[in-house]
């Protein structure tokens, strides 16, 4: 089996792998921080909604108190 392959053949099948690699290494790095974006929001959000519990039962105690 004789295997012939033009320069420009080679060229382009190693530039396209690069691409593809390059391609695929950053999409995976933009993944990365694009979740440890999310993780952070998503704290935030359970403490927003801890501080919306707490506010909520202060305006109630308060009402009640009011309403004695």
Not at 26 to 50: H, M, N, P
Not at 56 to 67: A, F, P, V
């Amino acid at each position: 089996m004789k295997f012939n392959m033009d320069i420009k053949t080679l060229i382009f099948i190693i530039s396209t792998a690069c691409l593809g690699a390059g391609f695929y290494y950053t999409t995976e790095a933009r993944l990365d921080s694009v979740e440890r974006e999310i993780s952070f929001l998503q704290g935030q959000v359970r403490a927003l909604k801890a501080d919306t519990k707490r506010l909520n039962r202060l305006i109630i105690n308060m009402k009640k108190g009011k309403s004695k």
